[in-house]
């Protein structure tokens, strides 16, 4: 009887793969500037600070949320990307989903970091894909910047999907984003759009660039592809 149930429920999960529960929008931004592996430097501080007054936080003077909804989720990966949307995520009292791929002195131990970013990136996008609770909703994914788009890394594990451009499917999109995130870009958000409901393909793309006034109006804003141009002393690592 035990082999019969375990046969039934194995020809249900070919016939019936798991729903997608999709969310209607997905904000993507890289972490902030760093100072070293563990800590985001001065500028990485205040752009955190800034997002959230300005961009993402409740209440913020620009709010990429429509009146009346919020984030869904904050989504986080490495250390970096932990400081840079924690004030963001505070202010609306929600906690940070983290798959988490941070430094452990002695990599080797827990495998290739590389290795360990492309698999809790994977994992990542495949939980946002299909989780009921973000359906319709909107996420907010903080990421690392070679795990977003870029050409190499996705070049070198030919048959694989590792990148938030490939599993995202914004590679499907009749006008995809750049193939590759910059390394000198800390200022942009990828807004995707998903306007079919159950269907994990986007519908709509949009570059926006973070522009800081006020008490955060020296934050770098450097074009796209364009090198950043940081205060002295600041700290930060190039």
């Not at 375990?6 to 020809?11: E, T």
């Not at 931004?29 to 959230?52: T, Y």
């Amino acid at each position: 009887m035990r082999a019969r149930l375990g046969l039934l429920l194995a020809l249900f999960a070919l016939i019936c793969p798991p729903a997608f529960a999709v969310p209607a929008k997905i904000i993507i931004l890289r972490h902030g500037e760093k100072q070293n592996g563990f800590q985001l430097c001065s500028v990485g501080v205040a752009r955190a600070l800034a997002l959230a007054g300005q961009y993402l936080g409740k209440g913020a003077t620009d709010s990429l949320f429509a009146p009346g909804e919020g984030p869904a989720a904050f989504y986080t990966i490495t250390l970096h990307t932990i400081e840079l949307v924690s004030p963001s995520a505070q202010s609306w009292s929600a906690p940070l989903v983290m798959w988490s791929a941070i430094p452990e002195g002695n990599s080797t131990v827990y495998g290739d970091t590389v290795t360990i970013l492309n698999a809790r990136t994977q994992q990542a996008a495949a939980d946002i894909l299909t989780n009921p609770l973000y359906d319709g909703k909107i996420v907010v994914l903080t990421w690392e910047h070679k795990h977003i788009a870029n050409k190499k890394l996705e070049a070198a594990y030919p048959g694989q999907k590792i990148t938030l451009r490939q599993l995202l499917n914004l590679d499907q999109l009749a006008s995809p984003p750049p193939d590759t995130w910059k390394g000198d870009n800390y200022d942009y958000f990828w807004i995707v759009t998903y306007g079919n409901a159950g269907s994990p393909v986007p519908t709509d793309f949009t570059v926006m660039k973070q522009h800081f006034h006020g008490t955060h109006g020296e934050i770098p804003h450097n074009d796209w592809g364009k090198p950043e141009t940081l205060p002295k002393n600041s700290g930060c690592k190039s």
